[in-house]
């Protein structure tokens, strides 16, 4: 079982912005590093986890890809760390990451995502409403040199196998005008549980991301854009889960109250600071004991 020790980890120093495309990065020895990371927040997934990780690992060996599973356990209460421990028993690509209690999902996300090793990370919800398969759309966008790439489910609808009862896209869609209105966001969809990222962008912008729950989307891309990175909107397969625990009342005003916070903190300059990024070599020898974000 993971647990977290304050100070082992080496760090390395970056300015406010990202070098030009093309600096060179650290190099990537097959035998150490995985060649991405999937990150996946877990809290409660008793009932759907191993099937979502037998679904992602069989992807992973059916496509050959060179990857690490993280699953980060958000204080479950149920027995979501036991499933995912006696699964990982059988297959080497998963490991997992302990919340002491429940946090939210920004904060596992970042939590999992600043301590994979793999050169391009990304996150999917463990419902797997995007299956897994797409990964290879949001890997392409990054090929071709997008430093994040989004997984939309509005830019092409007709990649919804499931849609959203109509009340959801109602308080969905208006939810994503106050975005782009009160953060300048100018993407279809933002709240996609389905991203990808540059090593370097992840440890850039998830070094300075404040929001724990649902809102990290928002400044998440908010911080990316701030940073000049080149963030890519990609069409993905969904299919809608009538288990999702959002609720638009409930949790669609504290991602309001956000949204005023993301705002606050860049006017005080939160989000121009330096960055520290994490040494692979460093994660690997003390995997899953890295500081927990703060």
């Known amino acids: 079982m993971a647990n977290f020790i304050r100070g082992r ?3 390395v120093s970056f300015p406010p912005h990202p070098g030009p495309r093309g600096t060179r990065r650290e190099k990537w020895n097959v035998t ?3 060649k991405y990371s999937i990150v996946i927040p877990a809290y409660n ?3 759907r986890i191993v099937a979502t990780l037998e679904s992602v690992v069989a992807c992973i060996r059916a496509r050959g890809w060179q990857a690490e599973v993280i699953v980060v356990n958000d204080g479950s209460k149920d027995t979501t760390a036991d499933l995912v421990q006696a ?5 080497p690509e998963v490991r997992m990451i302990q919340n002491a209690t429940n946090r939210g999902k920004g904060y596992s996300v970042k939590t999992g995502l600043l301590q994979a090793l793999g050169d391009v990370v990304m996150f999917t919800d463990a419902d797997l409403s995007a299956p897994i398969e797409e990964a290879e759309r949001l ?3 990054i090929g071709e040199g997008a430093d994040i790439a989004i997984g939309s489910r509005w830019l092409k609808t007709s990649r919804q196998t499931h849609r959203q009862p109509l009340y959801r896209q109602f308080f969905g869609r ?7 209105t009160v953060m300048g966001l100018d993407f279809a969809d933002t709240q996609c549980g389905f991203k990808a990222f540059t090593r370097s962008a992840a440890q850039t912008v998830f070094q300075l991301t404040t929001i724990e729950r649902w809102g990290f989307d928002p400044e998440m891309l908010f911080i990316g854009l701030k ?3 080149w963030i890519i909107e990609v069409p993905v397969s969904w299919a ?3 288990r999702t625990r959002l609720s638009y009342i409930k949790d669609g005003m504290k991602m309001l109250e956000e949204l005023a916070i993301i705002r606050w903190n860049a006017f005080r300059g939160l989000y121009g600071k330096q960055v520290q990024h994490m040494r692979r070599a460093a994660l690997q020898k003390h995997s899953g004991e890295c500081p927990p974000p703060q």
Do not use: K, L, T
Request: proline share 3%.
């Open 139 to 141: 890997f392409a966008a």
């Open 87 to 91: 699964f990982a028993r059988n297959a």
């Open 227 to 229: 940073r000049g990175f």
């Open 240 to 242: 809608h889960d009538a």
């Open 174 to 180: 208006c939810f994503n005008i106050v975005i782009r």
């Open 32 to 34: 150490q590093y995985p």
């Open 45 to 47: 997934e008793s009932g």
């Open 9 to 11: 980890y080496d760090v």
